[in-house]
């Protein structure tokens, strides 16, 4: 529903970004990371750098409906 207004679609529930969240929040150990979703990204009005990206844990290429 979200997915061409120009919202960052952002949680922490298992999988987020493999299934169609654009950052996906995840605790390892005491550290807080992320997945991104380059996908849901690109067909979305937002812009992410790729500097940001660089810094993701697993980056999803796919978008699931």
């Known amino acids: 529903e979200l997915a061409d207004a120009g919202v ?3 949680g922490d529930v298992d999988d987020f970004a493999r299934l169609g969240g ?4 995840v605790l390892e150990g005491n ?6 979703n380059v ?3 690109s067909s979305s009005r ?5 500097r940001v990206l660089k810094l993701a844990r ?3 290429r796919e978008r699931k409906p």
């Open 39 to 41: 996908a849901a990204l």
């Open 58 to 60: 697993r980056i999803e």
């Open 22 to 25: 654009m950052l996906g929040l």
């Open 8 to 10: 960052l679609t952002v």
């Open 46 to 50: 937002v812009g992410v750098s790729a």
């Open 31 to 36: 550290r807080m990371l992320f997945d991104a």
